[in-house]
């Protein structure tokens, strides 16, 4: 899985706007537009095509990175990549807000942007599959059998019609499988949605499952070696 096709550039600096074009466009990868403020930026959105958009946090006018990404994110899905010289925790908490899928810090080589990209991109498509959802149905309950019921208008797991409480992480997970219900998740899959992080490993998601499992010991939750996991339904 490559880099985007379209990538549009927000970054105040001339010499990095044109180091990062030569970066991607020596690997394909069309520069759909470069600007250094926000107002140019939404309103060239409306018409360019667009796959990411690689923003720096500091650029010209009233509106920071930061917060232009905000409003993008309230009509589009973009992926955002950002790009920032400052590490300091306040700006990282700020950023991590925004569920950002990579962030690259200054100063970069172009190993660093292609790498990032890459993954970035990676996360978008895998979560993008996860959360596919048929737009001319009203969400419905998930019957798991006879016991379990998973309600999607609320993402609540019910036994016997009383709900049960779960950590995050737990809910997160019982939410893919019940919405692929009698599907195999793929690992991959499963890793990225649950932690959005490539790195980390298989057995922390075992763990995950694991303690799920202990937990509801009659929850029908199948190992398929070396795919991924599955919810059955044994109506």
Sequence with gaps: MGLPQNIVIVEDEVI??????DILMNNQVNV????????????????I???????????KGSMDGIQLARKILE?????????????????????????PYGFISKPFSSKDILATLKIAYKRYLIHS?????????????????KYYTYSQNVSVLYYDGQAIKLNKKQDQL??????????????DTLISYLWN???VADSTLRTLVYSVRKLLPDLPIISHSKVGYSLQSLQ
């Design 129 to 145: 599959e996860v959360s596919k959802v048929k737009t001319n149905e009203e969400p419905t309950d998930i019957v798991i059998n």
């Design 49 to 59: 095509h667009c796959d990411m958009i690689l923003m720096d946090i500091n650029i």
């Design 197 to 199: 992080d490539d790195t």
């Design 75 to 99: 009509t589009y899905t973009f992926p955002i990549v950002f790009i920032t010289a400052h590490n300091d925790d306040a700006t990282l908490e700020e950023l991590l807000e925004l569920a």
């Design 16 to 21: 990095t706007q044109r180091y990062l074009q």
């Design 32 to 47: 759909s537009g470069c600007f250094d403020n926000a107002s140019d930026t939404l309103e060239a959105l409306k018409t």
């Design 174 to 187: 019982i939410e893919i499988l019940s919405k692929n219900i009698n599907h195999t998740v793929g690992y």
